[in-house]
């Protein structure tokens, strides 16, 4: 995993060695360890949260890294199960986590509202309408949404969906290639392109606002292969 945070610092994540802080400016590489004699294990994805937290998803649980102090959450913690691969932040203040390990694929997110020990601070999202396929990807959006990559294509979380009369999580109506397959990796570029690649079949885009129209058509790049 490779992640900039908001002040340039950039976070190495590493599947053996832990978390590893390098810092452009002096130029200096800091390995960071956790606050139970060892380090973060099997780091596959590092988060800036909106609380500007450092969130870790590894192979031993989640981790929220913050002036020093380090936190450990796992499965005591309501988290449904330890090793956890994906992880992304939306501007409600949440911190979103996916794995597809395990007897259950798993999404869950941070409440950021749950502010004490009587509260629950992660959510299993089958409670609130997720169907529960392996999540292999996961990417937020500017209006606060979140994209999910799974099995059986890709899936919108939308905040404001109880508002508007809509499920939270949905499948896009048209774009054939949006609803099949493998989806890894999403990125919205800055021209409001969607770029999307699928397990075994290529690189894909679509204009993002042409995503919920029921007669939109994704371009495949053939020349890219995996």
């Given at each position: ?38 380090v ?27 002036t ?51 509260q ?26 979140l ?40 990125l ?6 969607m ?25 495949q ?6």
């Amino acid at each position: 995993a490779i992640h900039v945070d908001p002040d340039g610092v950039v976070w190495l994540g590493d599947l053996n060695a832990g978390v590893t802080r390098y810092d452009p400016v002096r130029n200096t590489f800091v390995r960071m360890r956790t606050d139970k004699s060892g380090v973060f294990l099997t780091v596959t994805k590092i988060t800036t949260g909106p609380d500007k937290a450092l969130w870790v998803a590894a192979g031993t649980g989640i981790y929220r890294y913050e002036t020093g102090t380090v936190e450990n959450f796992t499965t005591v913690d309501g988290v449904p199960l330890s090793d956890v691969s994906l992880s992304a932040a939306t501007g409600d203040g949440s911190v979103w986590f996916g794995s597809d390990q395990g007897p259950a694929n798993v999404l869950v997110r941070f409440d950021a509202s749950a502010t004490n020990a009587s509260q629950r601070r992660f959510i299993d999202t089958k409670e609130e309408g997720y169907a529960g396929q392996a999540i292999l990807g996961l990417a937020s959006d500017a209006r606060g949404g979140l994209w999910l990559g799974r099995s059986g294509g890709i899936h919108y979380f939308n905040p404001q969906a109880a508002a508007q009369g809509q499920e939270r999580y949905r499948l896009p109506p048209g774009v054939a290639e949006l609803k099949r397959g493998y989806t890894m990796a999403f990125l919205v570029d800055s021209n409001k392109t969607m770029w999307f690649g699928k397990w075994q079949n290529r690189l894909w885009r679509l204009p993002y606002d042409k995503i919920w129209d029921p007669d939109a058509v994704a371009e495949q790049f053939t020349g890219v292969t995996n």
